[in-house]
């Protein structure tokens, strides 16, 4: 399984971006995808995750209500719908894949399988 992170950008406060995560190989349908961050000397930490069979979704406080993830089947892509970005969500943000669609994996990192390479997040005040 190849993941692509893509969509990062440098933007002002306040404004949106959205990423996309495109998965190639062998895809898990019924597995869990999820979004993670990681800023200079802090570690790496849960954003959202979506269990794909039901598309359950569930997100880290600090983005709940400004964040939504989302998918594409047909396109094998998972999205990061990011609104009213504020300066302390800039980090790296990465997309992982697991093929166990289990909810109380989604926040943990060790239980992702597959990782994308990371898009870039800038978000200026």
């Known amino acids: 399984v190849q993941l692509q992170a893509s969509g990062g950008g440098l933007v002002q406060a306040g404004a949106s971006l959205r990423l996309a995560c495109a998965a190639s190989?062998?895809?898990?349908?019924?597995?869990?995808m999820g979004w993670f961050r990681q800023s200079p000397g802090k570690e790496r930490e849960f954003v959202a995750g979506m269990r794909l069979s039901g598309g359950h979704a569930i997100y880290a406080n600090s983005v709940k209500d400004r964040f939504t993830i989302s998918r594409d089947y047909a396109k094998s892509t998972v999205f990061l719908q990011m609104n009213s970005l504020k300066p302390e969500d800039t980090a790296v943000y990465y997309c992982a894949t697991s093929p166990r669609g289990i909810l109380s994996s989604l926040r943990v990192p060790s239980e992702y399988t597959y990782w994308g390479q990371g898009t870039l997040v800038t978000v200026s005040s």
């Open positions: 190989g062998r895809t898990f349908s019924g597995g869990n």
